[in-house]
C-alpha cells in the first residue's frame, strides 16, 4: 500500500497541515492538471475558494517525464544545468517549447486566469520531482498579483525547498527521503484529464 490512495486522499493529509488557514481569506490554487484534485480536497476541508493555474513542463527529449523547465503565462523557467547535462540543444528546447505552448493556451483557456490580486493563495500540487512546474507555478502566482504564496504539496525530496522567488512559505506532508516519483507514493495515479478539471472548477 502506498502512502495515498488517491489525489483526493492526499488533499485531504495536506489540509490538516494547513488548518490555519481555514475560513482565511486566503485562496487555494491548484497546478493543472494533477494539482487540481488535490487543490479541491483542501479547499473543501478549509472552506476556501478554488482556482488553478495552468502550467507545462519542459521535458528533456527522450525522457519527457524529467522536467528541464517549465511554462506558465508569461513565465518561463530553465535549469541550465539539467538542460547542458542532458545534452539538450537550444534548438530541441525551442521545439518541445512550441509544443508545449500549444498545450499550454489551451489549458489557460479551460481553467482561466487565477483570480489571486492581493489574496494569500495556498499554491497546490500533487508532489514534487524537480521542482520546475512548482516554482514556475509560483511566479506565475506572483505575476497575478498574489500578497503572499504558500506552496503546499503531499510528498516531496526531503532535501528539496523552492526558490525564494516562488513561494513566501513551504509546507510538505511527507519529505522523503528515498524519492523515485511522485506516482509511487499513490495507490492510483491516474491521469487527470481536462474535462475532469473542468468539472472540479465549476463545481468550485
Known sequence: MALFTDRADAGRVLA?????????????????????????????ALELPLTAVAVRKLGVP?????????IADGVRTVDERIRRASRTSAAALAAVERRERDVLRRRTA?????????RTVL??????????TANTAGRAIRAAGAARVILAVPVA???????????????????????WAVGAFYDHFHETTDEEIARILDAG
Open 16 to 44: 490538516a497541515r494547513l488548518a490555519r488557514w481555514r475560513g482565511t481569506d486566503a485562496v487555494v490554487a491548484g497546478i493543472a492538471r494533477g494539482g487540481v484534485v488535490v487543490a479541491a480536497a483542501v479547499a473543501r
Open 123 to 132: 499554491l497546490v500540487d500533487d508532489g514534487i520531482a524537480t521542482g520546475a
Open 157 to 179: 525530496p526531503s532535501d528539496w525547498w523552492p526558490d525564494p522567488d516562488a513561494a513566501d512559505d513551504y509546507v510538505c506532508a511527507h519529505p522523503a527521503a528515498q524519492f
Open 110 to 118: 479551460i481553467v482561466g486566469a487565477p483570480d489571486v490580486a492581493g
Open 62 to 70: 527522450g525522457h519527457e517525464e524529467f522536467a528541464l523547465g517549465a
